[in-house]
């Protein structure tokens, strides 16, 4: 089946510095990766749709120049969270998509801490 | 803008019981998909079910099937024969016609405690 991975899935920072989250699909050529942002015991919020080789969109309320999106090659997105806060705690989650198919294939997700 | 309702924020079952799940959307396509995601204490979300809405039979997936009700909006999950494996989170989710937004639309999501 389709698998997607993600790398880190933990990691801790300091307040003011940047880090950097993997979206891989393993088996499949995603043409389209969507990142979701998961508070604790809450659902998953869509932050941006990548499309390979162009653009991220961005959902309303998303600070573009804080949480960039790249989506560079067929198998890999980065979400780079900058100049993090506290607030920015969370869980992120990927997901990735073949063109012309309907099933997004979820990554296991990537808890960030913010200190 | 869709929007999708979990109104059981916690449900609980006996295992080898029958649970069903509630979810109610809003939207104003006539095509679109349904989905039932899965979000165990690991948190990989798992798809157990999904319905086009242009399909009137129920969609079924061993233990798992759907009441989807297209006039009434609502999309609800049963799960026959409960077992232990079967606790976690479960979310509802919308998205629209193919061609359209791709993007997923959850609900707040029903927390399942099943009860050996």
């Known amino acids: 089946g389709a698998v997607v991975s993600q790398h880190p899935s933990r990691v801790i920072c300091k307040s003011g510095t940047s880090v950097k989250i993997e979206c891989r699909s393993l088996?499949?050529?995603?043409?389209?990766m969507f990142w979701y942002r998961q508070f604790p015991k809450q659902s998953l919020m869509l932050m941006a749709t990548s499309n390979e080789g162009s653009k991220a969109t961005y959902e309303q309320g998303v600070e573009k120049d804080k949480f960039l999106i790249n989506h560079a090659s067929l198998t890999l997105s980065t979400l780079t969270v900058t100049s993090a806060h506290p607030e920015d705690s969370s869980f992120y989650i990927c997901?990735?998509?073949?063109?012309?198919?309907?099933?997004?294939?979820f990554g296991p997700g990537t808890r960030l801490t913010v200190l | 803008a869709q929007t999708v309702t979990q109104s059981q924020p916690e449900m609980s079952v006996q295992e080898a019981e029958t649970v069903t799940l509630s979810c109610t959307y809003d939207?104003?396509?006539?095509?679109?998909?349904l989905f039932w995601y899965k979000q165990p204490p690991s948190r990989q979300m798992i798809l157990v079910i999904r319905?086009?809405?242009?399909?009137?039979q129920n969609a079924t997936e061993n233990r798992f099937s759907v009441n989807f009700q297209k006039a009434a909006k609502s999309f609800s999950l049963k799960i026959s024969d409960s077992q232990l494996g079967d606790a976690a989170m479960y979310f509802c989710?919308?998205?629209?016609?193919?061609?359209?937004?791709?993007?997923?639309?959850f609900g707040k999501g029903t927390k399942l405690t099943v009860n050996p």
């Open positions: 319905q086009e809405a242009y399909k009137q």
């Open positions: 088996d499949f050529q995603a043409t389209t």
């Open positions: 997901s990735a998509r073949v063109w012309g198919h309907w099933e997004q294939f």
């Open positions: 989710a919308y998205r629209g016609p193919q061609g359209g937004s791709e993007k997923l639309v």
């Open positions: 939207t104003s396509e006539s095509d679109y998909y």
